[in-house]
């Protein structure tokens, strides 16, 4: 799934593209580092959107996950986010961000569930 990390970087925002995965209670996301030019080392506090839809554009929802972040040297897990189309894999950088806030808005119909 893709997304968008927001995070500080010399005092300034950065917004970058992102593709994701959970794993237990971390959600990992792997950017590019063309816009960083470098893994940032010490990414703090970051915030994360996704949204998507229905096939048939019936609903809409949309999910941000905010805190802290850490660069994962190692990644010994199973569980590694996608690759970002057009970017080779040594150009990117996974990060590993701890849900400590989860909020998320759904807009339109849903499929009704099994009748009762």
Same mark, same amino acid.
């Given at each position: !799934?893709?997304?968008?990390?927001?995070? /500080? $970087?010399?005092? &300034? @925002?950065?917004?970058?593209?992102?593709?994701?995965?959970?794993?237990?209670?971390?959600? &990992?996301?792997?950017? =590019?580092?063309?816009?960083?030019?470098?893994?940032? *080392?010490?990414?703090? +506090?970051?915030? *994360? $959107?996704?949204?998507? =839809?229905? *096939?048939?554009?019936?609903?809409?929802?949309?999910? !941000?996950?905010?805190?802290?972040?850490?660069?994962?040297?190692?990644?010994?897990? /199973?569980?590694? @986010?996608?690759? +970002? @189309?057009?970017?080779?894999?040594? *150009?990117?950088?996974? &990060?590993?961000?701890?849900?400590?806030?989860?909020?998320?808005? $759904?807009?339109?119909?849903?499929?009704?569930?099994?009748?009762?």
């Amino acid at each position: !799934m893709a997304g968008h990390l927001a995070l /500080s $970087q010399g005092a &300034l @925002p950065l917004v970058l593209p992102v593709t994701c995965a959970v794993d237990g209670e971390y959600l &990992l996301v792997r950017a =590019g580092l063309g816009l960083l030019g470098r893994a940032p *080392f010490q990414p703090g +506090i970051v915030a *994360f $959107q996704t949204a998507a =839809g229905n *096939f048939d554009k019936s609903g809409r929802w949309e999910v !941000m996950v905010q805190g802290r972040a850490e660069v994962v040297e190692d990644h010994d897990g /199973s569980i590694v @986010p996608p690759g +970002i @189309p057009l970017v080779p894999d040594e *150009f990117t950088t996974i &990060l590993r961000v701890s849900m400590e806030l989860v909020t998320g808005w $759904q807009y339109g119909g849903w499929p009704a569930g099994p009748a009762s």
